[in-house]
């Protein structure tokens, strides 16, 4: 994701400072951001500050919307409830907590005291919440497409997990099935890396039969694949679907066959 906003100093060690560097994200607006990460039990040690729990109700929507706009268009072979169980997958607290323990928002959040020494940095409930407060900050400090792009570099290779999961619905093993009921091939994946060690980004090409069908990237080599795959996948089911309507449409008699057939 490019990041875009107010540029900081470079002697900036501020922890909402390192958080911003994890989301990729740097603020317009340091004020969002701030009350993102102020709890209620903040507030009620100082006078005049708001929660950030009215940006948790504003990031719960967009995060909502996020995940079932990207899961509609990437994974049309689910069916409703598949979709739906997908998004459950990662729209919950637990997931939440977790991706805002990866990117250190913890360490940034403005306690009270007491929650503060009670361990309140590492409680799930408080991460989960925070993040929907995040996400809403991003979103109204660059909109859109900058809350997206946080959301996806979050959740995207869960996502994928999920969809890979028990339903079965694995886009590596559908590809394979589709190819070996038109040829009888076996998909092959390319995978090359680039990018740092803390953050490397995943390349795949997929080719059947020497031809190369697809490309996909990701944060792992498995998403790499998996996205390749997915896109192999359509094409392949596009061009049967074409198929069958040129055959169907070459077998069907037409209107003089019908009348001389009648007669």
């Known amino acids: 994701m490019r990041r875009r906003g107010r540029k900081r100093p470079p002697?900036?060690?501020?922890?909402?400072?390192?958080l911003e560097q994890a989301l990729g994200w740097a603020f317009r607006d340091p004020v969002l951001l701030e009350r993102a990460l102020t709890h209620r039990s903040y507030c009620a040690e100082h006078a005049g500050?708001?929660?950030?729990?009215?940006?948790?109700f504003f990031g719960d929507a967009v995060l909502g919307l996020v995940v079932t706009d990207y899961v509609f268009r990437e994974y049309e072979p689910f069916p409703e409830g598949e979709l739906a169980k997908l998004r459950a997958s990662?729209?919950?607290?637990?997931?939440?907590?977790e991706v805002a323990a990866d990117v250190g928002l913890g360490d940034a959040l403005r306690l009270g005291k007491g929650e503060d020494a009670a361990g309140g940095r590492a409680k799930p409930s408080i991460l989960g919440d925070a993040m929907?407060?995040?996400?809403?900050?991003?979103?109204?400090?660059?909109?859109?497409?900058?809350?997206?792009?946080?959301?996806?570099?979050?959740?995207?290779a869960r996502i994928a997990e999920g969809a890979s999961g028990p339903s079965g619905h694995d886009p590596k093993g559908q590809l394979q099935e589709l190819v070996a009921q038109?040829?009888?091939?076996?998909?092959?994946?390319?995978?090359?890396?680039?990018?740092?060690d803390h953050a490397p980004r995943f390349f795949a090409t997929v080719t059947v039969a020497g031809d190369q069908l697809a490309d996909g990237q990701g944060r792992s080599k498995r998403e790499a694949e998996q996205t390749a795959a997915r896109a192999a996948w359509r094409r392949l089911q596009a061009a049967n679907d074409t198929d069958h309507r040129t055959n169907a449409?070459?077998?069907?008699?037409?209107?003089?066959g019908r009348d001389a057939g009648a007669a």
């Open 11 to 18: 002697a900036d060690d501020r922890p909402s400072a390192a």
């Open 49 to 56: 500050a708001f929660s950030n729990e009215r940006l948790e």
């Open 90 to 97: 990662v729209v919950n607290s637990e997931a939440l907590a």
């Open 132 to 156: 929907e407060a995040v996400i809403a900050a991003v979103y109204l400090d660059g909109g859109w497409d900058a809350a997206r792009a946080l959301v996806l570099m979050l959740l995207e």
């Open 182 to 196: 038109r040829n009888g091939s076996v998909p092959r994946y390319h995978v090359r890396r680039e990018g740092p």
């Open 249 to 256: 449409g070459a077998e069907a008699p037409s209107p003089e």
